[in-house]
């Protein structure tokens, strides 16, 4: 599983979902991201996330495939 660190944004305390997805290299596109969640395939901290568009912020992790994301705050 390879482990990827997200920093969110100076300025912002959260990002949406499947945008995180696509930053982090987890899927294509945020339309990809969205179909990943849609399909129950994307867990946030150990739970099934259904909103394709929930606030996600630093501290949580993200699974899908093959990926770990961990977000972290603003350097």
């Not at 867990?43 to 909103?51: F, N, T």
Request: net charge neutral; glycine share 14%; proline share 4%.
């Amino acid at each position: 599983m390879e482990q990827v660190d997200f920093e969110l944004e100076p300025g912002h305390d959260f990002i949406e979902l499947n945008q995180l997805l696509k930053l982090a290299g987890a899927c294509e596109s945020g339309g990809a991201g969205k179909a990943l969640v849609s399909m129950g395939a994307v867990r946030v901290d150990g739970v099934v996330e259904s909103r394709r568009t929930c606030k996600i912020r630093a501290g949580q992790r993200i699974r899908v495939g093959g990926f770990d994301i961990r977000v972290l705050p603003p350097a």
